[in-house]
Every structure is written in C-alpha cells, then in structure tokens.
C-alpha cells in the first residue's frame, strides 16, 4: 500500500482528522512563539502558519488574549534589519488580524480591533473598531466582538471631518 493510500485511508477512517491536525499545528506555533522566541502572547491565541513575527525583535511583540492571527499577517517591532532602534508593537485584546496583513513597528491596536485582509496599519488604532486598506483606516466604530471572534454589533461608519 502507498504512502498516499494510507493517507486516504486514514482520512477516510477518521473524517475530522484534518481539523484536529490542524488544531494541533497552531497550538505548536503558539508555543514555538510563546517560549523559544519569548514573543508576549495572551491566553487562548490563534496565530497560523506563515505569519511572521518580527525575528529581530520578538520580545518587542505584544499580544493580548483572544487574538486570531491569520496566514501570512506580517508583526513589525524594528524599522530594518541591521537598525539599532526597536520600537514594542502591541496588539490589544481579541483582536482579528487578517491575512496577509502587515502591522509596522511601533503601532498600538486598541481592544475588538479588526484589521481587513491585505491592510497595512502604520498608525495606532483606536479600540473596537475596523480597519482595512493601506494605509489602513477606520471603515466602522463601535462594534462589539464576543469571545468567540463574532461581530454581535456592526457599529457605524466615522464622521467625515
């Protein structure tokens, strides 16, 4: 029997395999992260494979609790390489950074904070809010996030100044 065979087989067999693989990958990248990098992650966080966290300064990366961080979402805590100057980013509570979404050195997000998929935020952002573009603006404020990272309030458009 091939390798691939026993692979159907086994997925086959247990159809819910998948999810738990999954499941057990990004628990290991958070404690990867967590404990031989020494980035600041909160309790129950979801960073997923190929997001970046900045490698030259991982202890400039705060993380608050309930956080979900999507594949290829890049965490910036240094202007460049070779740069002497390392600034701390953070990341508030509950937070959901889309994919491929790049947070630059030194930017504060605030608690409920979603970042859109592609957003580049190069400026601190208010809590419960949504961000999205690049650079990143406001699209809604005062939405409310539950526990499980559901929207339960949409919130509203800012004021136009």
Request: charged share 20%; net charge positive.
């Amino acid at each position: 029997m091939s390798l691939i065979s026993r692979w159907k087989y086994l997925f086959s067999q247990h159809p819910n395999l998948h999810i738990i693989i999954h499941r057990v990958t990004v628990e290991l990248q958070v404690a990867y992260l967590r404990y031989l990098k020494k980035v600041d992650i909160g309790e129950d966080c979801t960073v997923h494979r190929h997001a970046k966290i900045d490698g030259r300064n991982p202890k400039g990366v705060h993380i608050g609790d309930r956080c979900r961080i999507a594949a290829r979402a890049i965490i910036f805590a240094h202007d460049y390489y070779g740069g002497r100057d390392a600034v701390d980013t953070y990341i508030g509570n509950q937070c959901i950074i889309g994919y491929a979404s790049i947070i630059l050195p030194g930017v504060r997000l605030g608690d409920n904070v979603i970042v859109g998929a592609g957003s580049v935020v190069s400026r601190d952002v208010p809590s419960n809010c949504i961000v999205a573009g690049n650079p990143a603006k406001i699209i809604k404020i005062n939405i409310e996030i539950d526990k499980h990272g559901r929207i339960t309030n949409h919130g509203e458009r800012p004021q136009k100044l």
